[in-house]
Nanobody, 115 residues
Framework: QVQLVESGGGLVQAGGSLRLSCVAS????????VGWYRQAPGKERNLVAEIRSNRDTFYDASVKGRFTISRDNAKNTVYLQMNSLEPEDTGIFFCTAWQSGTEYWGQGTQVAVSL
């Protein structure tokens, strides 16, 4: 059974940092692309970063230079280091991965950035 469990969200002041974790079970994160999505209040989920099996990465323009996605193979975990946070980063962050034609999502972790 595939499970993705996110953690690390919280309330932080603008300019602060948070590190989100996505712990996977039932799949191996090194074998596939794992992505982080953000859903702002009242808006759709948007991809902010992803890391591929060959460690290539993608970042949305809104987070490039501030966010870093990485992977710990031994812990089967994908991280999202978020620096210089802005109020516009507020939302629920989800990680996602595909397995056998099905896209799996975690339950999300809430990030709130205050002025």
């Amino acid at each position: 059974q595939v499970q993705l469990v996110e953690s690390g969200g919280g309330l932080v002041q603008a300019g602060g940092s948070l590190r989100l974790s996505c712990v996977a079970s039932g799949i191996t994160v090194t074998d596939r692309t794992v992505g982080w999505y953000r859903q702002a209040p009242g808006k759709e989920r948007n991809l902010v970063a992803e890391i591929r099996s060959n460690r290539d990465t993608f970042y949305d323009a809104s987070v490039k230079g501030r966010f870093t996605i990485s992977r710990d193979n031994a812990k089967n975990t994908v991280y999202l280091q978020m620096n210089s946070l802005e109020p516009e980063d507020t939302g629920i962050f989800f990680c996602t991965a595909w397995q056998s034609g099905t896209e799996y999502w975690g339950q999300g972790t809430q990030v709130a950035v205050s002025l």
